[in-house]
C-alpha cells in the first residue's frame, strides 16, 4: 500500500496555498501555506514508498499516492537534502562557463555518481552564492511534476533566514541547524556570509567537535568572541547546548520566525530549514 498521508481535501482551493517540500533520503516532508496566514501551515512527514527502489522512483511513488501534490499551488518551492554543495563570491559568477568550471573542480564528479546539474543562488546582499550540485535526473522530475518549482540545497533558506538575524548586535555569530546524524553550521560577520558547511555525526560529542573546531577557527582569525545560535532538533540542541555553555560565553536557540506564534502546534515540529521558507519569500 502506497503512503496516500495528505488528504485531497486538507486545504479546499489549492491555488490560494503555497506548497514546500523537503526531500530526504527516507522522508517526504510538505509544508502548505497561505502567503502571510501562519495559521493556516499545515506540516506532513510522509515515509518514501518502494523501498528498494532508487532514491527517485521511491520519491516519484510517494508524489504520485499523494495527488494533492499535484495541484496548481500559487506557488512550490523545493529543498533537496544535500552536502554537495559551496559558496563562491559573487565576483566568481559573473561569467557562468567559469563558476560552473570552478564549481566541478571544487566539487568533482566521480564515475560512480548520476549525471549532475548545478544550481547557483545568489545570497545577495552578502555578497556570495551557493552551488548545490544535484543529480540531473531528480531535477527533471522535481520540474515536470511540479509549475516551475525553486529548487535549493537546505543551507540556501537557511542562509537567507540567518542573515537577518545576524545584522542584530555587533558580534560575529555562528548558526548551527542539528538533525539526527547531520548539522549545518554558517557563519556571519555583519553582513558577510563567511562560512556554511555541513557534518555528519554519530554521537553529540562529534556535533560538539565540529562546532567548536570551527568556532575556534574564526576566533583565533578574528581575535572576536562568536555568538552561537542552534535550531532543529529539540532534543539534540538541549543535549549540546548544555555542553557549549561550559565553554562558550553565549550559547541559545535560534530565534523561531515571530508570526509563528500563530501557527498551528504541530507546524513547528517540521525541520526548520522548511518551516522557514515562508519568511524567506
Known sequence: MG?????????????????????????????????????????????????????ERRLEETIYNNPLLLADFRQVTVVVDTTRYTVLPDSATGDPLFAETLV????????????????????????????????????AFLRRTFNNPAIYAPVTPLSRYFYESS???????????????????????????????????????????????????????????????????????????SVLREYVGYVMPAVYPATLVHAPKDALKAPFDLIIIPQCE
Do not use: C, W
Not at 7 to 20: H, S, T, V
Not at 36 to 45: C, D, F, K, L, T
Open 104 to 139: 566541478d573542480t571544487m566539487l568533482p564528479d566521480t564515475g560512480e555518481e548520476l549525471r549532475t546539474e548545478i544550481l547557483f543562488s545568489p545570497m545577495s546582499p552578502t555578497g556570495s552564492t551557493i552551488a548545490a550540485k544535484l543529480p540531473s535526473q531528480l531535477l
Open 167 to 241: 545584522r542584530i548586535g555587533h558580534s560575529g555569530k555562528i548558526y548551527v541547524n542539528i538533525s539526527q546524524g547531520s548539522l549545518q553550521l554558517l557563519a556571519f560577520t555583519g553582513n558577510r556570509l563567511e562560512l556554511a558547511n555541513t557534518f555528519a555525526f554519530r554521537e553529540s560529542a562529534d556535533a560538539i567537535y565540529y562546532i567548536m573546531s570551527v568556532r575556534k577557527m574564526l576566533v583565533d582569525r578574528d581575535g572576536d568572541d562568536r555568538e552561537l545560535l542552534i535550531s532543529g532538533d529539540d532534543t539534540l540542541r538541549d543535549e549540546i547546548t
Open 3 to 55: 503512503n496516500a498521508l495528505i488528504d485531497k481535501e486538507l486545504i479546499g482551493e489549492p491555488r490560494l496555498y503555497d506548497l514546500a517540500i523537503k526531500v530526504e533520503p527516507e522522508t517526504l516532508h510538505v509544508l502548505l501555506y497561505r502567503h502571510g496566514e501562519p495559521q493556516s501551515i499545515v506540516y506532513r512527514a510522509v515515509p518514501l514508498d518502494a523501498p528498494g527502489l532508487s532514491h
